[in-house]
């Protein structure tokens, strides 16, 4: 309904965990962790959609863009793919989509980077743009404003934040252009 109302922007799933790769900052240093692992702080602040070659170059990008950030987690999630799970063959040599998910801490939580940090993030979309690497890029609100759907045996709770993370590993995701939160 959404999707045929033009209300559905855009949204995929991602494949799970032993496909994707964490990458934690901590004084300056990466640490680069790849799957499979259990979820351990999944409060998103901002998605990035990049299309790249390999995972390497996801890889090199997102050091690179948490580098700006400092103390943090970035994780890197391959986009589910038609071919991937059954619709058609795969194409020759396809792109690989990758869902860079960028990990809320107390600064996005608080209303947001500090001025530099955005301006090095400014260029760096820039350059990720004209590389043809950013497909898009969301930047989410804190937590307090937003709302978690719970959905158990077809019944639908509604919780509002702001949230501790969870646990639970994200699955995928869905923008979608609404009238307001209610809807």
Known sequence: EYA??????DGAGLNGSA????????DGRCTVKHGPYRGEHE???ATLLLKVRTREEAISWGERYGKILGDGELELGKVNEPWDIGLMPAPENPPLQIL??????????????????????????????????????LQLQPSAKAKRLQFTNNDLRVLDGPFAESKELLGGFAVMELGGMDE
């Open 4 to 9: 045929k109302s033009g209300r559905l922007i």
């Open 19 to 26: 496909t994707r790769t964490r990458l934690t900052f901590r």
């Open 43 to 45: 409060l998103p602040a």
């Open 100 to 137: 860079l998910i960028e990990k809320a801490d107390a600064a996005t939580e608080g209303g947001g980077r500090s001025a530099k940090q955005k301006a090095e993030l400014t260029r760096l979309k820039t350059e990720m743009t004209k590389a043809g690497v950013l497909v898009r890029s």
